[in-house]
């Protein structure tokens, strides 16, 4: 949910699966290609990883934020938009769903840190296989197994930065969408 982009939020449940699944289906379809050269299992990744990987994504988002099924397109990619730059969303109605979509962005970011230690010892393992592939593999084999340590690398050292980034602006507007909504609450006790 915190690397999907908020343009995808604008869509269809279905749009949203075929958006995240189709690049992803590409991308390894592809390892598989320049690794293999097997165009038959490059279409097999394909056909099989795209829907498993859109549907479960899409799921995930819709656990992460229940209420942006209630919200019309357009909000939807307000609230997202704002909440991803920190900022004041400009309806006041869409102040609860900045909450709730920043509360989402950081339970997903908690479950995510605490798969951390699994990626790192992803990114050994990684990195003993391709140096061991620089020895004995094909040229294929060996692209691909350098690819995936620099892709491991990148989300050990560029993502926590990033995510930190985007946690801290998520908190700036739902603190901003909180203080709207206690703006609009009429004052009791007096």
């Known amino acids: 949910m915190i690397l999907v982009p908020g343009r995808l939020w604008q869509q269809s449940p279905v749009r949203r699966v075929l958006g995240i699944g189709l690049p992803a289906g590409v991308f390894f379809a592809a390892f598989v290609l320049v690794e293999s050269g097997s165009w038959p299992g490059a279409a097999v990744v394909f056909l099989v990883l795209s829907p498993l990987h859109g549907i479960r994504s899409a799921r995930r988002m819709g656990r992460a934020w229940p209420g942006a099924a209630d919200l019309d397109p357009a909000a939807r990619a307000a609230v997202v938009r704002a909440t991803r730059r920190g900022e004041a ?51 294929g084999v060996l692209i691909t197994s350098w690819l995936a340590v620099a892709l491991l690398l990148a989300d050990l050292a560029w993502w926590p930065g990033r995510r930190a980034r985007l946690l801290a602006r998520a908190a700036r507007a739902r603190e901003m969408a909180d203080s709207a909504r206690n703006a609009d609450r009429p004052e009791s006790g007096s």
């Open 89 to 139: 969303v400009g309806d006041p109605a869409l102040a609860p769903a900045v909450v709730e979509y920043a509360d989402g962005l950081h339970r997903i970011a908690e479950e995510d840190r605490l798969r951390r230690p699994l990626i790192l010892l992803v990114t050994v393992l990684a990195l003993a296989l391709a140096g061991y592939d620089t020895v004995t593999a094909p040229s």
